[in-house]
């Protein structure tokens, strides 16, 4: 009997060395023994979603300067009935009006879409 209950305590332990060798990410795999506001214990496997988060977050703030953000920004300007005119690999060119007068305000295709003419 006893040599059965070491058996089964030295093949847990080797699973559990064998799991801990497991190359994962380290989101994907958690093992836990429990804390005091949490008494249970065992395996999770999937992330939290805050790495998910984060890259939601930086896919917004990507580089080069989108039609959207252009259009964004030109109406926090004071612009109405705003729209794209052209769009090429280093321009975003807005037209609107602001004051009935006719107005086209070009912005660089960088990160925060910089005002170059206005």
């Not at 799991?19 to 999770?44: C, E, I, K, M, Q």
């Not at 992330?47 to 953000?69: A, F, L, T």
């Not at 109406?75 to 794209?84: A, F, N, Q, S, T």
Request: hydrophobic share 35%.
């Amino acid at each position: 009997m006893f040599n059965t209950i070491k058996t089964a305590a030295l093949s847990a332990l080797v699973g559990l060395g064998t799991l801990a060798a497991v190359p994962a990410h380290a989101d994907s795999l958690y093992l836990g023994f429990g804390n005091n506001n949490d008494p249970r214990f065992g395996v999770y496997t999937g992330d939290d979603g805050y790495r998910h988060r984060r890259d939601e977050r930086r896919g917004d703030w990507r580089r080069g300067c989108s039609p959207d953000r252009a259009l964004d920004k030109a109406e926090r300007m004071g612009l109405h009935r705003v729209r794209i005119v052209d769009v090429n690999r280093r321009t975003v060119k807005v037209a609107g009006r602001q004051d009935g007068d006719r107005v086209v305000v070009v912005f660089a295709n960088e990160r925060g879409c910089p005002v170059i003419y206005r």
